[in-house]
Each structure stands twice: as structure tokens, then as C-alpha cells.
Nanobody, 124 residues
Framework: QVQLVESGGGLVQAGGSLRLSCAASGLTFNINTMSWFRQAPGKERDFVAG????????YYADSAKGRFAISRDNAKNTVYLQMNSLKPEDTAVYFC?????????????????WGQGIQVTVSS
């Protein structure tokens, strides 16, 4: 099994920044892709950004392009999401997800492993 633990969320004013971290443990050799999703109250869980463990290729949702950056530290089995120029509409629970297939998928159904989620609140 793979365990994912997110950290770094919290409350920030509009225009501010936050960095989320997701630490993987357990059978981490099963991980080839890690992504961030988010879910606002009453809405679907949406893809935000993903990264391939080997090579570091990335992919972003349109809402994240130019403001968010995903990166990974293979030695620490950790993926990060740097979020800049935050907006109130970025408020959501952010989830880290991982999958074995080395393709960045944008559907939550394609991910086998999930963190517990962490709240990000952006005040106006």
C-alpha cells in the first residue's frame, strides 16, 4: 500500500501564496505519477496539476497555469504544489493522489492512492 500525507494548507489573503506538500510512504515503487486535485463545497473534485515521477513532466489545469507550480523531490518521496496569486475561488480541500501508470491523468477515477485532503482558504 501507499500512504499519502498532505501538509501546508491554511488561510491566506487573496494575492498571497501557499506551498502544499505531499509525502508518500509505503510501497512507493508503485508510484509513477502524482497529482493534486481540489474540491470546493458542493462541487466535483477537479484536477489541478500532475507530475511524472521519472523525468518530471508536468501538466496543469487551465485554472492553475501561470500561478501554480508542481514539483517533486524523489529522494524524499514528496511532491509540492506552489500556489501564487491566490484567489478566493481557489478555496477548496486539496488532495494529493498517486497512480502506478506513468501518464498524468486528469480524472480522479484513474488514481489508486489518495491523501486525506487539506483545507486551503483564500480570503478576499
Amino acid at each position: 500500500q501507499v500512504q499519502l500525507v498532505e501538509s501546508g494548507g491554511g488561510l491566506v489573503q487573496a494575492g498571497g501564496s501557499l506551498r502544499l506538500s505531499c509525502a508518500a510512504s509505503g510501497l512507493t515503487f508503485n508510484i509513477n505519477t502524482m497529482s493534486w486535485f481540489r474540491q470546493a463545497p458542493g462541487k466535483e473534485r477537479d484536477f489541478v496539476a500532475g507530475i511524472k515521477w521519472s523525468g518530471g513532466s508536468t501538466y496543469y489545469a487551465d485554472s492553475a497555469k501561470g500561478r501554480f507550480a508542481i514539483s517533486r523531490d524523489n529522494a524524499k518521496n514528496t511532491v509540492y504544489l506552489q500556489m501564487n496569486s491566490l484567489k478566493p475561488e481557489d478555496t477548496a480541500v486539496y488532495f494529493c493522489a498517486a497512480r502506478r501508470v506513468p501518464v498524468i491523468a486528469t480524472s480522479q477515477r484513474d488514481y489508486s492512492y489518495w491523501g486525506q485532503g487539506i483545507q486551503v482558504t483564500v480570503s478576499s
